[in-house]
C-alpha cells in the first residue's frame, strides 16, 4: 500500500507529524512532456547562487581565493574560506583555524562545461556539498575538536578525480608553533617557461580559427550557442589577465612565478576551447547558416 507522511523539516531534525497509510496499490505510472515546451539552463552564471537565483557574495576566481579570520570582542572568530573547484582541484588544498572557530566554507565550481559537477564532503563534519557548473555551495559548522579532516570531492568528475583532496587543520586552543625550516619544491627555469608559453599560443591559435568558424555562421540564432560564447569570452578575459602577470613576473627574470602564471593563462584557455568547440559542434549539428 501506499503511505503517506507529513514531515517538518524546520528544525535541526526532520520529525515525523503524521503517518498515513492508504488501502491503494503501489502505482508505476510515467508522465510524457513535450521537448519543446522545456527549457533547462545548460549551467549557471559563475558564482551563483541557486537558492536565491542571484550572484552568490561568497562566489571566488581561479587565483583569488581567500580565507579571512575575524574575531570579536568576546574572541569569538569566525572563519570564512572562498575556494573553488574545477578538474582537479580543490582551493585551497590545506585550511587552518583554530579549535572553537566557526569555520565558513564556500566553493565556486569554475567548470563551464554542463555535465561537470564537483561533491564536496569533509570527514568528521555533517557536510556534503553538491556544486553544479558556476554555482557557489555554502556550509558553516564549529570546528571543536582539534585535529586533521580531510576533505574530498564526491563527484567522479575525471581521469584525476582523487587528486581532489585537501586537509582542514584544527589546531588546538592555545597552540604555539615552534620554529621550522622549509624546504623549496619545484623550481622552474627560463626554458621551462618558454615551452608553455609555445603551448599557450598554439592553443591561441586553435581558439582563433574556432572564432572564426563561429562569426562566420548566424550563432547569434541560437541560444545555446550564445551562452557558451559569453562564458568563453568571460574565460578569455581571465586568460588575458593572467598572462599579463606570466609576461611581468618572466621580465623580472622570475621564472618560478611566471611559470605559474603561465599555466594559469593555459588553463582559461583550455575552458575557452572546450566551450568554442562545443559551440562550434552545436552549430554544426543544427544546421547553421554561413553569413556575409
Partial sequence: PQNHQLIDISGDKMELLY????????????????????KPAVRYKSGWNSRTNEKSPYKSR?????????????GKCTVHVYGTTIRSHITPEIIEVVEGDTV??????LERAEDETHGFSMYGQNIQLSIEPGKTASATFVADKAGVYPYYCTEFCSALHLEMQG?????????????????????YTEADYNKQVKTNIETQAVIDSVVGYITSHNYKDFPTVVALVEDATDQLGFADEAKAKADAAAAEKDWSTAMLWAN?????????????????????????????
Avoid at 503517518?19 to 515546451?37: N, Q
Wanted: glycine share 8%.
Fill in 264 to 292: 594559469q593563462w593555459w588553463q582559461y584557455q583550455v575552458k575557452t576551447a572546450d566551450m568554442g568547440l562545443r559551440a562550434k559542434t552545436y552549430l554544426e549539428e543544427n544546421g547553421a547558416k554561413k553569413v556575409k
Fill in 167 to 187: 586537509y582542514l587543520l584544527v589546531q588546538p586552543k592555545g597552540y604555539q608553533a615552534s620554529t621550522a625550516g622549509l624546504v623549496e619544491g619545484t623550481t
Fill in 62 to 74: 581561479a587565483g583569488r581565493e581567500k580565507t579571512e579570520r575575524t574575531c570579536d570582542a568576546e
Fill in 19 to 38: 503517518d498515513m497509510p492508504l488501502p491503494l496499490g503501489e502505482p508505476h505510472y510515467a508522465v510524457a512532456i513535450k521537448a519543446d515546451k522545456l
Fill in 104 to 109: 565558513s566554507l564556500h566553493f565556486t565550481n
